[in-house]
Protein backbone atom coordinates (compact mmCIF):
# COMPACT_ATOMS: atom_id res chain seq x y z
CA UNK A 1 0.00 0.00 0.00
CA UNK A 2 1.16 3.29 -0.47
CA UNK A 3 -0.03 6.94 0.21
CA UNK A 4 0.53 9.78 -1.68
CA UNK A 5 0.20 13.40 -0.98
CA UNK A 6 0.81 16.62 -3.01
CA UNK A 7 2.14 20.08 -1.74
CA UNK A 8 3.54 23.02 -2.98
CA UNK A 9 1.02 24.71 -5.04
CA UNK A 10 -0.45 27.96 -4.89
CA UNK A 11 -0.32 31.00 -7.09
CA UNK A 12 2.43 32.64 -9.28
CA UNK A 13 3.19 35.26 -12.32
CA UNK A 14 3.50 33.72 -16.07
CA UNK A 15 7.26 33.17 -16.21
CA UNK A 16 7.42 32.17 -12.62
CA UNK A 17 8.51 28.91 -10.74
CA UNK A 18 7.21 26.39 -8.62
CA UNK A 19 8.11 22.95 -6.66
CA UNK A 20 5.79 20.30 -6.57
CA UNK A 21 6.31 17.70 -3.39
CA UNK A 22 4.84 14.45 -3.31
CA UNK A 23 5.55 12.88 -0.60
CA UNK A 24 4.79 8.35 -0.30
CA UNK A 25 3.94 6.38 3.18
CA UNK A 26 4.91 2.65 2.28
CA UNK A 27 8.72 0.71 1.91
CA UNK A 28 8.29 -0.05 -1.51
CA UNK A 29 8.32 3.52 -2.78
CA UNK A 30 11.72 2.98 -4.95
CA UNK A 31 9.77 -0.05 -6.67
CA UNK A 32 7.03 2.18 -7.61
CA UNK A 33 6.95 4.06 -11.00
CA UNK A 34 5.74 7.59 -9.87
CA UNK A 35 3.94 10.33 -12.35
CA UNK A 36 2.34 14.24 -11.91
CA UNK A 37 -0.63 14.72 -13.69
CA UNK A 38 -2.71 17.66 -14.37
CA UNK A 39 -6.60 18.75 -14.76
CA UNK A 40 -7.75 22.14 -16.06
CA UNK A 41 -11.36 23.14 -15.05
CA UNK A 42 -13.46 21.53 -18.12
CA UNK A 43 -10.39 19.83 -19.50
CA UNK A 44 -9.27 16.16 -19.28
CA UNK A 45 -6.62 14.70 -17.33
CA UNK A 46 -3.27 15.23 -18.85
CA UNK A 47 0.16 13.59 -17.98
CA UNK A 48 2.66 15.99 -16.95
CA UNK A 49 5.72 13.87 -16.24
CA UNK A 50 6.80 10.62 -15.12
CA UNK A 51 9.92 8.95 -13.82
CA UNK A 52 10.63 4.94 -13.22
CA UNK A 53 12.37 3.51 -10.34
CA UNK A 54 15.21 3.67 -12.33
CA UNK A 55 14.64 7.26 -13.65
CA UNK A 56 13.90 6.73 -16.87
CA UNK A 57 12.12 9.94 -17.12
CA UNK A 58 8.87 10.79 -19.80
CA UNK A 59 8.05 14.52 -20.31
CA UNK A 60 5.03 15.82 -21.95
CA UNK A 61 5.76 18.50 -25.37
CA UNK A 62 3.69 20.86 -23.41
CA UNK A 63 6.42 20.74 -20.67
CA UNK A 64 9.65 19.57 -21.97
CA UNK A 65 12.65 22.02 -21.23
CA UNK A 66 10.75 23.82 -18.18
CA UNK A 67 9.56 20.91 -15.83
CA UNK A 68 11.62 18.24 -14.21
CA UNK A 69 10.94 15.57 -12.40
CA UNK A 70 12.96 13.97 -9.81
CA UNK A 71 12.47 11.27 -6.81
CA UNK A 72 14.60 10.54 -3.91
CA UNK A 73 14.11 7.65 -2.70
CA UNK A 74 15.44 7.97 1.01
CA UNK A 75 12.76 10.82 1.56
CA UNK A 76 10.01 8.78 -0.31
CA UNK A 77 9.23 11.64 -2.06
CA UNK A 78 8.75 12.85 -5.64
CA UNK A 79 9.23 16.35 -6.86
CA UNK A 80 8.30 18.58 -9.95
CA UNK A 81 10.84 21.33 -10.79
CA UNK A 82 8.13 23.48 -12.77
CA UNK A 83 9.90 26.99 -14.50
CA UNK A 84 9.15 29.05 -16.75
CA UNK A 85 5.25 28.53 -16.18
CA UNK A 86 2.15 30.16 -18.26
CA UNK A 87 -1.11 31.02 -17.54
CA UNK A 88 -2.13 27.39 -19.64
CA UNK A 89 0.14 25.86 -17.21
CA UNK A 90 -2.96 26.49 -14.47
CA UNK A 91 -5.00 23.54 -13.35
CA UNK A 92 -4.90 20.74 -9.99
CA UNK A 93 -1.96 18.49 -9.79
CA UNK A 94 -2.08 15.12 -8.81
CA UNK A 95 0.33 12.57 -7.84
CA UNK A 96 -0.04 8.96 -8.55
CA UNK A 97 1.85 6.00 -7.75
CA UNK A 98 2.20 2.36 -10.46
CA UNK A 99 4.21 -0.59 -10.48
CA UNK A 100 4.40 -0.62 -14.16
CA UNK A 101 5.75 2.57 -15.93
CA UNK A 102 3.58 1.87 -19.34
CA UNK A 103 0.04 1.57 -16.98
CA UNK A 104 0.99 5.05 -15.11
CA UNK A 105 1.87 6.45 -18.54
CA UNK A 106 -1.51 5.43 -19.02
CA UNK A 107 -3.26 7.16 -16.01
CA UNK A 108 -3.51 3.30 -14.88
CA UNK A 109 -1.89 4.50 -11.65
CA UNK A 110 -2.39 2.09 -8.21
CA UNK A 111 -2.30 5.28 -6.00
CA UNK A 112 -3.71 8.89 -6.35
CA UNK A 113 -3.13 11.66 -4.06
CA UNK A 114 -5.86 14.21 -3.63
CA UNK A 115 -3.86 17.35 -5.70
CA UNK A 116 -2.66 20.44 -5.46
CA UNK A 117 -3.94 23.91 -7.03
CA UNK A 118 -1.45 25.65 -9.35
CA UNK A 119 -2.29 28.80 -10.67
CA UNK A 120 -0.64 31.31 -12.87
CA UNK A 121 -1.80 34.81 -13.53
CA UNK A 122 -0.69 36.61 -16.50
Known amino acids: QVHVVESGGGLVQAGGSLRLSCAAS????????MGWFRQAPGEERESVAI???????YYADSVKGRFTISRDNAKNTVYLQMNSLKPEDTAVYYC????????????????WGQGTQVTVSS
Open 26 to 33: GRTFSSYA
Open 51 to 57: ISPYEYT
Open 96 to 111: AAGQIFANVLQHKCDY
